[in-house]
């Protein structure tokens, strides 16, 4: 019995520990970033992809090294067969075996063998960028993700903070209840209204805080813990370099965007597809070379100088003419180009894309940015007039309908203010990543 309690306060104190381990979890967007890059899906096949250029271009290469090839065979024969050493037909049982040895090189081609590796070198280069692209995205949706965290984070202790003001008043007219000291008989159910809409709007504040937890888990795709706590981020980190316009960040991102890269390289491996395909149309030349040699147990001699004696070598030079060929290769050829002009549209869409989305986040940053500042304006403004609102109406000047509605207008300005903050943070985070800042 005794040994029983022991082991229910122990294991009691065991699952605290364990509670506030898991409580105190605190991420670091480094964290964050590691965690999503290692687990996307869609950065494992990208990299998978790369890898099957990169297989892709030592193919290519290791075509121009010459063919050869061996082989060895035994033949047993009965009844009528020729002899392989007189070359005179017979009729008995033989046992012969054959050796070779060939090697075979294309010497010339239409340079179609140079345009197929410089075609794959291209498509790997495409393919690291497409990789790299593929990282940057979850680089920049991880960041916008944890600044949302953040955000709601700070919504959620400022509605916290309201609530603690309206359980302040609301005890208050309680207690002036109690003596009939109410300036109105509906001052006591006023501010208790007021009150549990502060406590709807904590609510609120806590679901939008773990929605967007929820949305920063699934993005490092780990199962979600509700406990866990994200590092903040000092004020320096906040703040998104603005001193540019939304033309120069679309050139640097031109330069600089793996994305933009990828599909400028595909576009150019496809060039050389094109070159590729021409090359097969000229005639080819090839050098080959062997050695054979020969044994038969109807030789007398042994194997060895069989083996030795009965070799043979040859060099041949071939010459291939493609005439006609039910158009195969010219058929080729226009796949190619047709290739060539899906990837050129493939790069014009992407960098057409790339500059309406620049366009957008700068018009949303700066927007923000003039938001958060006529707010700050207003804050400052219903901040003021609160305090003089709560002076009067503690004095029974006031009733207190004015009261609150000086209190909500306060509320809800400090709500935005702190939302256009995290929006132009957020668009300045993107625009940063347009510009290549954001590259893990």
Same mark, same amino acid.
């Given at each position: 019995?005794?040994f029983?309690?022991?082991?229910?306060?122990?294991?009691?104190?065991?699952?605290?520990?364990?509670?506030?381990?898991?409580?105190?979890?605190?991420?670091?967007?480094?964290?964050?970033?590691?965690?999503?890059?290692?687990?996307? @899906? /869609? *950065?494992?096949? !990208?990299?998978?992809?790369?890898? #099957?250029?990169?297989i892709? =271009?030592?193919? +290519? %290469? $290791?075509? &121009?090294?010459?063919?050869?090839?061996?082989?060895?065979?035994?033949?047993?024969?009965?009844?009528?067969?020729?002899?392989?050493?007189?070359?005179?037909?017979?009729?008995?049982?033989?046992?012969?075996?054959?050796?070779?040895?060939?090697?075979?090189?294309?010497?010339?081609?239409?340079?179609?063998?140079?345009?197929?590796i410089?075609q794959?070198?291209?498509?790997?280069?495409?393919?690291?960028?497409?990789?790299?692209?593929?990282?940057?995205?979850?680089?920049?949706?991880?960041?916008?993700?944890? @600044? /949302? *965290?953040?955000? !709601?984070?700070?919504?959620?202790? #400022?509605?916290?903070?309201? =609530?603690?003001? +309206? %359980? $302040?008043? &609301?005890?208050?007219?309680?207690?002036?209840?109690?003596?009939?000291?109410n300036?109105?008989?509906?001052?006591?159910?006023?501010?208790?209204?007021?009150?549990?809409?502060?406590?709807?709007?904590?609510?609120?504040?806590?679901?939008?805080?773990?929605?967007?937890?929820l949305?920063?888990?699934?993005?490092?795709?780990?199962?979600?813990?509700?406990?866990?706590?994200?590092?903040?981020?000092?004020?320096?980190?906040?703040?998104?370099?603005?001193?540019?316009?939304?033309?120069?960040?679309?050139?640097?991102?031109?330069?600089?965007? !793996?994305?933009?890269?990828?599909?400028?390289l595909?576009?150019?491996?496809?060039?050389?597809?094109?070159?590729?395909?021409?090359?097969?149309?000229?005639?080819?030349?090839?050098?080959g070379?062997?050695v054979?040699?020969?044994?038969?147990?109807?030789?007398?001699?042994?194997?060895?100088?069989?083996?030795?004696?009965n070799?043979g070598?040859?060099?041949?030079?071939?010459?291939?003419?493609?005439?006609?060929?039910?158009?195969?290769?010219?058929?080729?050829?226009?796949l190619?180009?047709?290739?060539?002009?899906?990837?050129?549209?493939?790069?014009?869409?992407?960098?057409?894309?790339?500059?309406?989305?620049?366009?957008?986040?700068?018009?949303?940053?700066?927007?923000a940015?003039?938001?958060?500042?006529?707010?700050?304006?207003e804050?400052?403004?219903?901040?003021?007039s609160?305090?003089?609102?709560?002076?009067?109406?503690?004095?029974?000047?006031?009733?207190?309908?004015?009261?609150?509605?000086?209190?909500?207008?306060?509320?809800?300005?400090?709500?935005?203010?702190?939302?256009?903050?995290?929006?132009?943070?957020?668009?300045?985070?993107?625009?940063?990543?347009?510009?290549?800042?954001l590259?893990q």
């Open positions: 019995m005794r029983s309690k022991y082991f229910l306060i122990i294991l009691f104190l065991a699952c605290g520990i364990l509670a506030h381990a898991q409580q105190d979890t605190v991420i670091t967007l480094q964290q964050c970033l590691d965690i999503a890059i290692k687990n996307n @899906l /869609q *950065v494992k096949q !990208a990299s998978v992809t790369a890898e #099957q250029a990169h892709g =271009l030592n193919q +290519a %290469k $290791e075509n &121009l090294i010459p063919y050869i090839s061996g082989g060895a065979n035994r033949n047993l024969t009965s009844g009528r067969a020729l002899n392989p050493v007189t070359n005179a037909y017979i009729t008995q049982s033989v046992t012969s075996d054959n050796y070779n040895l060939s090697g075979n090189v294309t010497v010339f081609n239409g340079l179609a063998l140079q345009n197929a410089r794959a070198s291209l498509a790997y280069q495409s393919g690291k960028m497409a990789f790299q692209a593929a990282k940057d995205i979850v680089t920049v949706n991880v960041i916008t993700t944890y @600044l /949302q *965290v953040l955000d !709601a984070k700070e919504q959620l202790g #400022q509605s916290k903070s309201q =609530l603690a003001v +309206a %359980k $302040e008043n &609301l005890d208050i007219a309680a207690t002036k209840e109690g003596y009939g000291a300036t109105t008989a509906s001052t006591y159910s006023d501010l208790k209204g007021a009150y549990a809409g502060n406590v709807v709007g904590v609510i609120q504040a806590q679901n939008s805080l773990d929605a967007a937890k949305t920063l888990f699934q993005l490092m795709n780990i199962p979600y813990n509700r406990n866990s706590d994200l590092q903040p981020l000092s004020a320096q980190d906040l703040i998104g370099d603005n001193g540019v316009n939304a033309d120069q960040v679309y050139n640097t991102a031109l330069q600089q965007l !793996a994305g933009v890269k990828a599909a400028t595909m576009r150019e491996s496809a060039e050389k597809g094109v070159q590729y395909a021409r090359g097969l149309l000229y005639p080819q030349l090839s050098l070379a062997g054979q040699t020969n044994y038969s147990n109807l030789n007398s001699s042994s194997y060895y100088n069989q083996f030795r004696n070799y070598t040859y060099v041949s030079f071939g010459l291939n003419v493609p005439i006609f060929a039910n158009h195969l290769k010219k058929n080729a050829v226009t190619a180009k047709l290739n060539l002009q899906s990837y050129q549209n493939i790069e014009d869409n992407t960098k057409v894309q790339l500059k309406q989305s620049v366009e957008t986040a700068w018009y949303n940053m700066t927007a940015y003039k938001r958060y500042k006529a707010l700050q304006d804050a400052d403004a219903y901040t003021e609160y305090r003089v609102q709560k002076i009067r109406f503690d004095a029974g000047v006031i009733t207190s309908d004015l009261f609150l509605y000086a209190k909500n207008n306060m509320d809800a300005a400090e709500l935005n203010l702190i939302a256009a903050r995290y929006d132009y943070i957020i668009y300045s985070k993107i625009l940063d990543y347009y510009q290549g800042k590259t």
